[in-house]
């Protein structure tokens, strides 16, 4: 099948599995790629950026295929150490990343230098649009719980 999607990412299906806490390890990430669609890492699943490399070797080595990496923007007084996540994304060579939570822009720049593409995580029209706005490649419109 040839869609939009199944162009941009390089996948057989337009089928895209969505980060989820404690479940987008590398072993779903590799099936659902060796499968034909785009399988996803969840990065905040795992404790460091340096153990988003690892889980991204490990996936590497299930699949030839395309991968990509969830990364949720939480509003919190301590936030994860984004910049180390994303440059564990970058040098491990995916080229798709699944933004979540807050407004991805910060990100974005280095992103797009890098030739990732961005999907992000929508659960209102008015996110979509801003997601479109902004430059993010393409819109996930899920449940307000997404879960």
Do not use: W
């Not at 499968?35 to 490990?58: C, F, S, V, Y």
């Not at 301590?78 to 807050?102: H, L, Q, S, W």
């Amino acid at each position: 099948m040839k869609t939009a999607i199944t162009e941009m990412f390089g996948i057989e299906h337009p089928i895209i599995q969505g980060g989820m806490h404690y479940v987008g390890f590398a072993e779903m990430a590799a099936a659902v790629s060796n499968a034909g669609g785009l399988g996803i890492i969840t990065a905040l699943t795992q404790k460091t950026p340096a153990d988003l490399a690892n889980e991204i070797a490990r996936c590497r080595d299930m699949t030839d295929k395309p991968i990509g990496v969830n990364l949720t923007f939480l509003p919190v007084v301590n936030a994860p150490d984004y910049p180390g996540y994303v440059k564990a994304i970058i040098e491990g060579g995916v080229k798709a990343v699944e933004t979540a939570g807050n407004n991805p822009v910060q990100v974005l720049p280095i992103l797009k230098e890098h030739g990732i593409k961005v999907i992000h995580k929508c659960t209102a029209v008015r996110h979509a649009l801003k997601a479109q706005s902004i430059g993010c490649d393409a819109v996930s419109v899920d449940g307000f719980e997404c879960g």
